[in-house]
């Protein structure tokens, strides 16, 4: 765990962020940059989101975008203030989109991540639809420190909080909470562009991720700007209705799955009927929240068989 520590004062102001947003394609991807807050900028293009505080010590990074997508990433982030250094990354959680990059970035930086997400990338894993094993990224590439539950730390008079969401998306999911700036970096626990995605075979399920929401709308409040790791900063009653609307979903699971029903006729049944939002793969989504479910059915009812 990060030990908390007083570095320098901050001498970000709002002028240093004002050429915001930039584009970068020098090999071919389009890679751009707006300004979240006068010391936070969203990084769009390179993967998943990447999101960098700057402060008068470096950068502190959230995310490392997509193999392939490094060096555009890093012309980026050197583009900001005190860009050329990057302090700390974090991972919100362990796919190639969020952690492609963390070899390059994380020279001379701490890399922090859940302690699941430290074994996966340590340990490599195995992936089902494929049929195969991921190996393990290189040792340089690898978290530094790793937590279970929450941590906190100080970057140049900049507080970073930071916790686990317990099977949001997968087994090793962690928001970072830039409190000073309220801003909430959330992974794919929040999910505005795309259909929700539960990694089933990697620990996600539906009611870690309703539990998650529930953590993430506590933590925040009516002016925390979420940033998930697909679209664009998202407020509080955004991340409220997907927690309603996956709630609701939850319970129709529950009772469909207590009564023994297979995906397809949980489907067939219209559960993804009335939902609020429109769905690329809806029958995927079922698919794979059924999945989900296999390790948990013990926990939904006393009497489920």
Known sequence: MIRRRTILKSALGAAAMAALPRAFAASGSKIEVAKVTDSIALVTGAGGNVLALSTADGLVVVD???????????????????????????NTHWHHEQTGGNEALGKGAAIVAHEKTRQRLSI???????????????????????????????IANQRVEYGYLLEAHTDGDCYVYFRDANVLAVGDAVSPLRDPELDWFGGGWLGG?????????????????????????????????????????????????????????????????DTGRTWSDPKLFVHDAFKGFWAHHNTLMPDIV
């Open 64 to 90: 490392s975008g997509a193999p392939g997508a490094t060096m555009d990433l890093q012309a980026a982030l050197a583009s900001l203030p005190n860009g050329n250094k990057i302090r700390t990354l974090f």
């Open 124 to 154: 490599g894993y195995y992936l089902p639809a494929e049929d195969r094993y991921e190996k393990p990224v290189p040792v340089a590439a690898q978290p530094t420190e790793s937590f279970y539950t929450t941590g906190e730390t100080k």
């Open 209 to 273: 991720r309703v539990d998650a929401l529930d953590l993430l709308l506590k933590l925040g409040n009516a002016n925390t700007k979420y940033v998930p790791s697909y679209g664009a900063a998202v407020a509080r009653a955004d991340v409220q209705k997907e927690r309603d609307m996956s709630l609701k979903i939850f319970e129709r699971f529950v009772e469909l799955v207590r009564k023994g029903q297979s995906a397809d006729d949980i489907f067939a049944a219209g559960i993804m009927n």
